[in-house]
């Protein structure tokens, strides 16, 4: 297992929701982006502090020597350390991406490509989540990915119209 | 403009290419990514040092709010980013993202989402690129995200197939 | 002559400061920074939306093989990235680091290293600067490094009590 | 605790050293490091994969208000990663950061700040590390700031001379 990988964290018992809506309220938003869709990412996990976005290697999100391109596992990545702190948020309001980083370690290829979200530190108005991709083939799985982001609160302005 | 945007770079007057097929390669390894053309980005410019990604804003790569969506904005700007080092690199070698980190400042939104790559510093083994991505409506430009990327050089692996 | 570097900016005809005293507020808060004074890091520069920060290498600030440690060009890089943004501050507003990421390119060596920060972007809560740090020997000017850094503007709280 | 430590890993048991003399090695290479002893910090852990350093607050590495200067705070976590990477290199091989990336979350303040760098992908070229800073104040430890890093393994090339 990957080192720094805290198993109880991912189930999500560290973190208190303040609003306990949290997972339908990252679904509704998670199914309003077009890219998503796109892309065929799916939602594979919410929980207070965690969320997993999933996505089966296609023809259509490849690079040009067939792995998945860096810059969708970015996109699945960056999704998925927005909704982590999102779940963490208070009802009135929603979640925009400042900054990240990320670092692209192996290629993203093989059954399924795993991205998870962890907050580090949520905050009034920043939070801050790191974030792990992992291939996994059959029951093998290969860190592909690491980010660090930080996400901006945005009080008083409610996610997208069907998110609630 | 953008402080720090420098035109006379962009139009390529500071590197020289080792490679004087440089731009047919990039089109060819452009050519080669899915997931650009999922995406419907175009590649608009490439000169030493230099790559321009395009991206007519489309619900197929929106987030939640309607916008282009971050990670959509990253893929492009990943892409630009690499294909400037690229231009530099040797004729037996391909080109690796080994990290970026963006930063997100204002909705990608408009007529045309333009992403440019340009390199700081290219190397034997790595490169280091910055990027920038404004949104264009009309005559009006506004910056989208700034990225600052590190690239590998990889010797004796040609890019894809048909790059050559 | 770095690529983006743009001498018209670095002398701060782009942005316009909301406190007339920017100059004064900044040499009072670099002056109460012991760790500048330990490093024996001077500004040598201050314009709206721009700073800069010398340091002449001496063994005390060195690494294992002599140069610069880059934790310290780290530094003074990130001091000046958060000054350029706080050039900019209103007056009852002092300046946080967020983030910042740092690419190091060449050993930090020679007659003086320089750090200079430039705002990208500034805003009503968060700012984004970019730094340059070129090592300088003689008329000659190599880039060492390049960062990219989120700040972030405290409102309400003035900054170091001999600030003002 | 901070969701991602893992002790188990903090203590070494995940990776194996390909020099037995890893934290020699560590040990000489950081005490030819004089902006480690200016800055007054300690090297106190080194395993396989892991390194801590430690520093107590002190005016000379104090920003404006007081606190730990972010950019020293910076200089231990970026050394801390460097020598959790190091000690898993070759014995005839040096180390070099190649960029890193800091979230400042809280002010670096109390008895001791301790900085902690932990393996995530050791490689035969490049290696990533992150870190983590925690500032302690007796039984109590909060979390300071976060680091995702990349260095470079310089083969053929032995550290400080009185490294080995």
Same mark, same amino acid.
């Given at each position: 297992?990957? #080192?720094? +990988?805290?198993?109880?964290?991912?189930?999500?018992? +560290?973190?208190?929701?303040r609003n306990?809506?949290? @997972?339908?309220?990252?679904?509704?938003?998670?199914?309003? $982006?077009?890219?998503? *869709?796109?892309?065929? &990412?799916?939602?594979?996990?919410?929980?207070? !502090?965690?969320? &997993?976005?999933?996505?089966?290697? +296609? &023809?259509?999100? /490849? $690079? $040009?020597?067939?792995?998945?391109? !860096?810059?969708?596992? /970015? &996109?699945?990545?960056? /999704? =998925?350390?927005?909704? @982590? =702190?999102?779940?963490?948020?208070?009802?009135?309001? /929603?979640?925009?991406?400042?900054?990240?980083?990320?670092?692209?370690? =192996?290629?993203a290829?093989?059954?399924?490509?795993?991205?998870?979200?962890?907050?580090?530190? #949520?905050? *009034?108005?920043? =939070?801050?989540? *790191?974030?792990?991709? +992992?291939?996994? *083939?059959?029951?093998?799985?290969?860190?592909?990915?690491?980010?660090? $982001?930080?996400?901006?609160?945005?009080?008083?302005? #409610?996610?997208?119209?069907?998110?609630?």
């Open positions: 297992m990957h #080192p720094g +990988h805290d198993p109880t964290h991912a189930h999500g018992l +560290h973190w208190k929701p306990p809506e949290y @997972a339908a309220r990252v679904r509704a938003s998670f199914a309003a $982006q077009g890219a998503m *869709r796109t892309i065929r &990412a799916e939602l594979v996990g919410v929980a207070p !502090g965690y969320c &997993a976005i999933a996505l089966k290697p +296609h &023809a259509a999100v /490849s $690079q $040009q020597h067939g792995y998945v391109h !860096g810059g969708i596992v /970015s &996109a699945i990545v960056d /999704s =998925a350390g927005g909704y @982590a =702190a999102f779940t963490l948020f208070p009802r009135e309001a /929603s979640v925009l991406t400042v900054e990240f980083k990320l670092n692209l370690i =192996a290629p290829d093989g059954d399924r490509i795993l991205a998870e979200g962890f907050v580090v530190k #949520p905050g *009034r108005t920043l =939070a801050v989540t *790191r974030g792990e991709v +992992h291939a996994e *083939r059959g029951d093998h799985r290969v860190l592909v990915a690491v980010m660090q $982001q930080t996400l901006m609160v945005m009080h008083g302005k #409610p996610d997208a119209p069907d998110a609630d």
